[in-house]
């Protein structure tokens, strides 16, 4: 009956931990509180995710990230405010103390206001770059909608994105068209690893500072493909940070709004689609990974057909001791959070995996490969034999990609030389059959040698007895 009722309770845990990875605390940063209606529908989709709503302005005495040195909130949407700053409760030190202590932030800017200067020093620290202006916005003569901006071309039309790669996981796909009106242009730097573009501007944009009068754009901040209109960065601890370029692409009347692109028939946004995979990604729903079991042990190998190995345990689990050249299997129980629960991961054929066994560098650097799986997770393993070294070494799974949580897993292990009598005879070393053959040989001549010095003695003659004289 315990055993039933520690199940029961271990299953329990499990769920919830699966309904919130991160927490469902969500406060809303917004100035205007007579702008709270225009995002109903943004709102009420994340109630209906379970999130928890705290509505406060930056001038309220009552808002504050933190309380008794933790967290008051998990996450943060940042609408932009009217104002040149957002007040001395969300400073740019602030925010970086909230990411740095898990929290995960979503940024939204205007193009019809200027971005405060807080705001900037904030992205500039992410690498981060906004125009010099703070009043730009992008424009495409060629991908724009005609039924809302038939002259400034500022509501530009966008399919849903594309993988960054063919090795990277896209939460971002879809068939639809989303609409960004009056966006503000991004440019990432090329130095940090943690930032990542989700949405691009089309080849044909361009950012464009709507108070300059000239009919022409000599120097424009970023163009085409340069211009990131959704940018995301993942801290090292995996805390998200997602600045969205258009606030007004959230807003009712854009989630299911009739667009037309010029030379091509109108159709409905996916603008509502969209906000709720950036906020899933943003919020810890999706692209979360979680580590289980990780098991190694020394192993037997029956040779077979090739690939057809059979391995199987020796001794306990997790020794903290091996010898050198013993055969090793280590085992990684890996999950992966899909919105309310667990499913198992599955590591795309272009991506890899890999186990290192390294002590200052690695000696071993192989791909572990999926075995078995479970209703939730997935057992990858590799089976290798350890060097010819003894020392410190350590397991270590370290696997890092654009929108999953890092994984850096670590496992230390002592390798040890072969005892006294553990060493292999010299009848089985083939290096040493000759000095074997040498000793052999010497053995067999000198008996030889013997047997014949013996077999010659010289003969004698026979006295003829005493000589008279």
Known sequence: MRGILFFFLLSFLDLSQALGSSG????????????????????GDLEERGFELTFESPKSEKLALFQHGERAYDHVILLPPKSKGLGPSLTPNLLLQFINK???????????????????SLLLELEIHLPADRTSLVVDHFNYDTLSAPEKHDVLLLSQPSALRSDVRNFFSGDGTIAFPRAVAQELGNASPLLAPVLRARSTAYSYNPKDEAEAVEDPFAVGKQI??????????????????????????????????????????????????????????????????????????????????????????NPRIYRVKNDV?????????????????????????????????????????????TLNSTIFSATFRLPDQHGIFAFRVNYKRPFLTNIDVKREVTVRHFAHDEWPRSWMIS????????IGVTVVGWMF????????????EKSQGKKLQ
């Open 228 to 317: 990131s209109l959704v940018s995301t960065m993942q801290a090292r601890n995996s805390a998200r940070f997602t600045v969205f370029g258009s606030v007004e692409a959230l807003e009712n009347q854009w989630f299911d709004a009739k667009v037309k692109s010029p030379g091509a028939k109108d159709c409905r946004t996916a603008n509502r689609e969209f906000a709720k995979q950036i906020t899933s990604w943003t919020f810890m729903e999706t692209g979360v990974l979680q580590v289980g079991r990780v098991e190694h042990h020394q192993s037997s190998i029956e040779e077979g057909a090739p690939g057809n190995e059979t391995v199987s345990q020796l001794g306990y689990l």
């Open 329 to 373: 299997t280590f085992n990684i129980e890996l999950s992966e959070h899909s919105s309310d629960h667990l499913i198992p991961l599955t590591v795309s054929s272009e991506d890899a995996l890999q186990l290192e066994f390294a002590m200052l560098s690695p000696f071993h650097r192989l791909t572990l490969q999926p075995v078995s799986q």
């Open 24 to 43: 469902k605390r969500l406060l809303v940063v917004n100035e205007e509180p007579t702008e709270k209606e225009k995002y109903s529908i943004f709102w």
């Open 431 to 438: 290096g040493g059959w000759v000095w074997i053959a040498g």
């Open 449 to 460: 040698f013997v047997a014949l010095w013996l077999w010659s003695e010289p003969a004698y």
């Open 102 to 120: 898990n929290g995960n932030i979503l940024l939204t800017l205007a193009g019809e206001s200027p971005t405060p200067s807080a705001i900037s």
